[in-house]
């Protein structure tokens, strides 16, 4: 795997919902738009990876811990075989009203951003050298 990334509308829901059946539909719901962007030619990683996500809101937005084990679940098998190969984890919410910058604009990105409603944008990458600390 050198590159996998997705986009699915949000809000996403929290690993902390009290209505675990709302929960089991979000994962669902990332799993079937994760596979929507995967293609044959795509092998599940074996080795370490880095998980980004961003969390792009209109007015209602939730803490970013939450919303991470949801998502990790539902690409299991796809993306990575278990959720015990993620060593590296970025996630980040951004407003959709605020002001910031996008360098090196990636189609998918686009899309999302295009939709104009809030959406989450997930990338799965190689992670970086383990004996490295930036």
């Known amino acids: 795997m050198t590159r996998f990334e997705f986009i699915v509308d949000g809000p996403p829901v929290s690993q902390q919902a009290r209505r675990r059946d709302r929960l089991e539909a979000w994962k669902t719901t990332v799993r079937q738009e994760a596979e929507k962007y995967w293609s044959s030619e795509q092998k ?65 990105l686009g899309q999302g951003l295009d939709r104009g409603k809030q959406f989450l944008h997930i990338v799965v990458i190689d992670a970086p050298d383990q004996e490295v600390l930036t």
Do not use: C, H, W
């Open 44 to 108: 599940t990683a074996t080795g370490l990876v880095m998980l980004q996500i961003t969390y792009f809101y209109d007015s209602v937005e939730i803490d970013v811990d939450n919303i991470v084990k949801p998502i990790q679940d539902a690409i299991i098998g796809l993306a990575y075989v278990d959720d015990k190969q993620v060593s590296d984890l970025l996630v980040r919410k951004r407003n959709l009203s605020g002001n910031f910058k996008v360098k090196d604009m990636i189609s998918t």
